[in-house]
Nanobody, 124 residues
Framework: QVQLVESGGGLVQAGGSLRLSCAAS????????MGWFRQAPGKEREFVSR????????YYADSVKGRFTISRDNAKNTVYLQMNSLKPEDTAVYYC?????????????????WGQGTQVTVSS
């Protein structure tokens, strides 16, 4: 059973920072690639970032490149998303995702496991 629990969302002013965490329940956490997606009201869920099982490969959407950093701690079964220089357009519900297949697609429909999401609101 895979359970993902996000935390760290909140309200922040433009230019501020937040750090999201995703705690995973599976004992084989290191076998999963992990990702972050977001969904704004009225929009489709979109890819934000992903990281491979070892943390050696990371990928970002162009819209967050240079501002967001994904990382993972396999000893703690946790993946993080450090978000800096936040903009109002970053406002969304942020979801953690997991998949055991290597090099998963950036398309959200591909991913097998999801958290419940955490709200991030950036005020201008």
């Amino acid at each position: 059973q895979v359970q993902l629990v996000e935390s760290g969302g909140g309200l922040v002013q433009a230019g501020g920072s937040l750090r999201l965490s995703c705690a995973a329940s599976m004992r084989t956490f290191r076998n999963y690639d992990m990702g972050w997606f977001r969904q704004a009201p009225g929009k489709e869920r979109e890819f934000v970032s992903r990281i491979n099982w070892s943390g050696g490969s990371t990928y970002y959407a162009d819209s967050v490149k240079g501002r967001f950093t994904i990382s993972r701690d396999n000893a703690k079964n946790t993946v993080y998303l450090q978000m800096n220089s936040l903009k109002p357009e970053d406002t969304a519900v942020y979801y953690c995702a997991a998949d055991p297949r290597a090099d998963p697609s950036n398309t959200y429909r591909y991913w097998n496991y999801w958290g419940q999401g955490t709200q991030v609101t950036v005020s201008s």
